[in-house]
């Protein structure tokens, strides 16, 4: 299976059956730039199970947690950002933590029979590169056999 690349909106996914939107976290709990705020428009609990996650145990760097957002749709926070982007912290994505949520979500799409979709996940705030981050998407999600869907907004690419 190969990694498929459409212009539109991640958050509208163009795909029959179950579907995962998955995005990158902070490992600090914040929440309100980039991808998240259009999450949050759409819907509100990605936000408020995030928030109530990151004081618990198991909220870490390569942690998944999926958020049911409507029948058939999922949002996966997948928590692989080290804080927040500073002249100190020029790349706060942590590559490792994102190949263990990415492996973590091809299970978790696989259980779901789901789809994948997502924005250019880890080359914004993050600071990643897409050279780095697309072959972990091969590596993992489509090696795993899981169709994956990744959205350019119209005039960004």
């Known amino acids: 299976m190969t990694v498929r690349y459409v212009v539109g909106d991640a958050t509208m996914p163009a795909a029959a059956g179950n579907k995962v939107i998955a995005h990158i976290s902070y490992d600090r709990g914040g929440w309100g730039?980039?991808?998240?705020?259009?999450?949050?428009r759409?819907?509100?609990q990605p936000e408020q199970d995030y928030r109530s996650w990151s004081r618990m145990a198991d909220f870490r760097l390569g942690a998944v947690r999926l958020v049911q957002v409507e029948s058939g749709v999922w949002v996966a926070n997948m928590v692989a950002q080290h804080g927040y982007r500073t002249a100190a912290n020029p790349?706060?994505?942590r590559y490792d933590a994102l190949a263990e949520c990415l492996n973590s979500l091809a299970g978790h799409a696989a259980r779901l029979s789901a789809s994948v979709h997502m924005p250019r996940i880890?080359?914004?705030l993050a600071g990643g590169t897409w050279e780095r981050?697309?072959?972990?998407?091969?590596?993992?999600?489509a090696a795993a056999?899981?169709?994956?869907?990744?959205?350019?907004?119209p005039g960004t690419r």
């Open 42 to 44: 759409r819907w509100r």
């Open 122 to 124: 880890g080359c914004g």
């Open 33 to 40: 730039k980039g991808f998240v705020v259009a999450v949050s």
């Open 145 to 153: 056999g899981v169709s994956t869907t990744v959205y350019d907004l």
């Open 91 to 93: 790349i706060p994505l």
């Open 133 to 141: 981050i697309a072959p972990m998407i091969e590596q993992t999600l």
